[in-house]
């Protein structure tokens, strides 16, 4: 088993001990729901069939508590019913497939790549907005190069550079592309014609890292950005999905620059779960609220000072 793999199957175990107390019924399925939806984020850049679509479906249910907590009770019994499906279901890509398929687009209403939606989506059922955030087709292309974006999404992703206005044949063939029957052999070669009719330059390793991580930075920090979501994807795409992890100095996120964002990050992380008090005369909501603010601010300082681009910071290769 190579190590993504490995990585992928000890997230796994990880999530199935948490869906077997949520299918359960111990303890608050919410906080379950957090943690699950954080170990699949962090291998969702190297697993796209299986932690990619859990994530996914994570961040849907817990963003139904937390953008519509009246209806806390009916996203609680969604959790518990998709863990239990989970855990009954065969070990076989399959069946897994046809449960995201499922769960995804009809139970909860998420987008379907390309923007077309579930017949009978519910209008209070929310998909995850930060999972699904549009990228540039800039994005896209940095993405794929980087190894972060599998080929079969480059349609879709030419899909929404047409409606953006971007235009030329070759996009408009790579755009057909999104839709049945398709040839995913002739994929590429499309994505690379189309990039040679509108004359995009794709930069070095180091040079794609740094623009793609300026881009998220620039999302993070949008006034009204899913700060944390955003925040959380940047870390697990390009700081762990792309080896910086293992090359820090002195501290964790250091490798790129980012130990600032790192470190609120995981005190959100450490906040939204705990159940005491951490502040006295404040709430732990009002922390939390301040903390987005804090994360926004870091990604403004960082888009300033870029130390990512200094000599002294890791190499990508």
Known sequence: ?????????????????????????????????????????????ESHDLMRPLWLLWGALTDWVEVKPEQAARAHEAMRRAADEWLALPREATSRDAYFERWLYEEMGCERPGGATAAGRSADRLGSEAAHRRMSFRGAVLRFELGLLPADELPHAAVQALEEGLDCEALRILAAHSLPPD???????????????????????????HELLEEDLAAIAAPRSHAYAEAKRTIAEIYFGLGFSGRNKEYVGDALGIEGLYGLVDTYDELVVSTRQWQAGRSNADLITELISEIRAEAVRLLEERPWRKPSTASSR
């Open 1 to 45: 088993m190579s190590e993504a793999g490995q990585r992928t199957h000890v997230g796994l175990v990880h999530i199935e001990a948490e869906l077997r107390a949520v299918a359960a019924g111990y303890g608050d399925p919410y906080v379950a729901a957090r943690r699950i939806w954080s170990e699949a984020m962090s291998g969702a850049a």
């Open 183 to 209: 040839d995913p052999s002739s994929v590429v070669t499309a994505y690379r014609r189309t990039l040679g009719d509108l004359g995009i330059v794709v930069p070095d390793r180091d040079g794609a890292v």
